[in-house]
């Protein structure tokens, strides 16, 4: 399976490719952020995040997208922009037919150190161990953005085969 990571955010919005399967090393794809400037009208950073996430989405062919899921914060500024960027996420998934999952913070954090409360450190150092890399991914917009593809994979993947398994099993009592 093949997942790409979207943290959102108007400014930095962090991507990443992770590639594997549940109980299988995982393998790092690529990773990098996408950046808009403040100065230029928020219409305009949405296109180019848009253009940013479909150029990803064409080079990496993911079979499913995971976008960390916008949760309320004390600034309102922040977190309009992170919206406005998840559902640029989301449309361009969509457009595609791609499954797209929405996991949040502390479920990320989870899946990656065994903590919902871990912090942006300790997430970092887990993505470079579960990845096998030198370094931690930097900023720490790129580490969320691999974290929320690994979370997918041992948690989404899991869920899809559980999901198909009931699916089936629907199907077979009806006959």
Do not use: Y
């Amino acid at each position: 399976m093949r997942v790409l990571g979207i943290d959102p955010g108007l400014t930095r919005c962090g991507m990443g490719v992770v590639e594997g399967d549940v109980g299988r090393p995982l393998r790092l794809v690529d990773v990098n952020v996408l950046r808009t400037s403040a100065d230029v009208p928020t219409a305009q950073r949405l296109v180019t995040i848009e253009r940013g996430i479909d150029a990803w989405l064409d080079e990496h062919r993911p079979d499913a997208v995971a976008v960390e899921r916008v949760f309320a914060r004390s600034d309102s500024s922040t977190i309009m922009g992170t919206a406005q960027a998840s559902g640029i996420a989301l449309v361009c998934a969509a457009r595609r037919g791609l499954p797209v999952a929405l996991h949040t913070p502390s479920e990320v954090k989870a899946a990656v150190s065994g903590s919902g409360r871990a912090a942006k450190a300790q997430v970092g150092a887990m993505i470079t161990r579960i990845l096998r890399l030198d370094a931690p991914p930097k900023p720490a917009d790129a580490a969320d953005a691999l974290a929320l593809a690994i979370t997918h994979i041992w948690r989404g993947g899991a869920q899809a085969r559980i999901d198909a398994a009931l699916a089936a099993s629907r199907a077979g009592g009806r006959r």
